[in-house]
């Protein structure tokens, strides 16, 4: 099963996965599953880097190939009609990456893997 997994779950996977909620760690480790993160997400993670907001462990270029090549993670590239697809969102979440992947995750017909409940607004599928 293809799925969208949000930013905080690719830092916790690749950092402390003991976050993750079973179902969610089983799931991601289960081959048959296809995790897919969003550019951005990479996105996300590099302007908070710079601004002082997240701190990882080893540099963001190196996370990135380390969890494609480890745990099979296919890249989702940030499409206009992705970006089109924002103006139809309502305001239930300000954060401008979160509104982003939910225009993807409507467009691509994924689910995303997130701990964030105030996705469930949008009538997308969220697991956790």
């Given at each position: 099963m293809k799925i969208l997994i949000d930013t905080h779950v690719l830092i916790w996977w690749s950092g402390e996965p003991s976050r993750?909620?079973?179902?969610?760690?089983?799931?991601l480790s289960d081959p048959k599953n296809e995790p897919i993160l969003s550019l951005v997400s990479i996105w996300e993670m590099q302007i908070?880097?710079?601004?002082?907001k997240l701190s990882i462990k080893t540099a963001l270029?190196?996370?990135?190939?380390?969890?494609?090549?480890?745990?099979?993670i296919i890249l989702l590239p940030i499409q206009l009609s992705h970006i089109y697809a924002l103006k139809d969102l309502p305001?239930?979440?300000r954060d401008p990456f979160?509104?982003?992947?939910?225009?993807?995750?409507?467009?691509?017909?994924?689910?995303i893997i997130?701990?964030?409940?105030?996705?469930?607004?949008?009538?997308?599928?969220?697991?956790w």
């Open positions: 993750l909620s079973p179902w969610v760690y089983n799931f908070k880097m710079s601004l002082g270029p190196e996370l990135v190939n380390d969890e494609i090549r480890r745990n099979r305001p239930h979440h979160d509104r982003l992947l939910i225009a993807q995750s409507m467009q691509e017909r994924l689910d997130s701990i964030d409940d105030k996705l469930d607004a949008y009538g997308i599928r969220r697991l």
